[in-house]
């Protein structure tokens, strides 16, 4: 495929892969804050005090999360809504490795691939630490 | 609650508009401002303000891309070089000591003003280096009027030498570092500045991005406080990609010396008040 038709592809996806995945965080994003206006404004007023003296809640685990959003709980939506707009610039890392992969643009898998090595190490070593 | 909502959405939209007409992101703005008027501790600020920087760079990067005002080449090339600095950085932290970096960081942010103030509109090459040629860099971005200029692109192993920097900055510090690659992209590469503070805007989502990925696996986002955070960041970065075409190029240098001095004045401030 020649070339200006992979920086086609890249110029028309990669607006797309941003608008989608940022429209699911701000409507989860939204949504945390609706329920949390509606069912727990106190709680809300609580935690961002308890934030002022740095006591925030800490680790949860993944599973744990996924169970307080069927719950209904707003904070877990929130948290979930975060962890979705985090993913937004990952996302579009790994489109553009799997479309060099395709255009067999070997010199950009190289680049591409680094860049995802490097961060899934970094994140790694980070959340270990 | 309304009321700290209302507030917390208006800062996060000015940060997000100014972040995005930049480059720099919004965390400039957002930590300070956290710190300063919300009274929060710096961690919090700063794990607020990584994800005000990913949603300034998604919101604004949609229409950057789309108009053809990123280059997407040059952002992949050059986060090759971020990632290594960051990686190396996040080693690094706590060998050297914070201080020295910051002072260091507020030096070379009062260097790129100096620069800033000193070049005027864009430099337009019309011949690339081999490397730039190679890696196919070159681009194309509309005038005011509405023609396509074409531009070229050179000396990328020195872009990328700033770009280790600018990681190794954002491990060793917890910022972004659009600065020095705005400045990276302008004086040394030659970009035009609008492509510069475009670029730059994409670029920074990913190492932000993975920063706070860390933040929110270790349960160090205050989610109340990030979550109107990144809804506002995210209105203001995508009103600022739709003012970014239409300003002329000495204003948003004017506007980009401002934030340098800012920057300068805040990591001096971190520096020597031990924050």
Known sequence: MPKREEDRILREWTPIILRSILIVAMV????????????????????????????????????????????????????????VLTLVPLARVAFCFMLFVRERDYTYVILTAYVLAGLIVGALAGSAG | MLEILIDL????????????????????????????????????AVGASLISVVATSAGASVAFVRDGWTNLKVAMVLECATVTGAVIGAYLAGVVPTVVLELLFAAMMLQSAYFTVTKRGDDILTKGDPLAERLELAGEVPDLSGNLIHYEVVNVPQGGALMVVAGLMSGLLGIGSGALKVMAMDYIM????????????????????????????????????AAPVAIGVTAGALAGSRVLPHLKVESLRIVFVIILLLIAAEMGWRALSGI
């Open chain 2, 190 to 225: 030659h970009l035009p500045l609008k492509v510069s503070s475009a670029t730059s805007n994409f670029m920074i989502g990913v190492t932000a991005g993975a920063g706070a990925l860390v933040f929110l696996a270790r349960g160090d986002v205050a989610t109340t406080i």
């Open chain 2, 9 to 44: 959405l208006a800062l996060a939209v000015g940060a997000g508009f100014i972040g995005a007409i930049s480059g720099l992101g919004g965390g400039v703005f957002i930590v300070p401002a956290l710190v300063i008027f919300a009274h929060m501790p710096m961690k919090v």
């Open chain 1, 28 to 83: 989860v994003l939204g949504a945390g804050l609706v329920l949390t206006y509606t069912f727990a404004p106190d709680y809300y007023v609580e935690r961002y005090q308890a934030a002022q003296h740095g006591h925030l809640i800490g680790k949860e685990p993944v599973g744990l999360l996924f169970d307080r959003v069927r719950q209904g709980n707003p904070h877990a939506v929130l948290t979930i809504g975060l962890f």
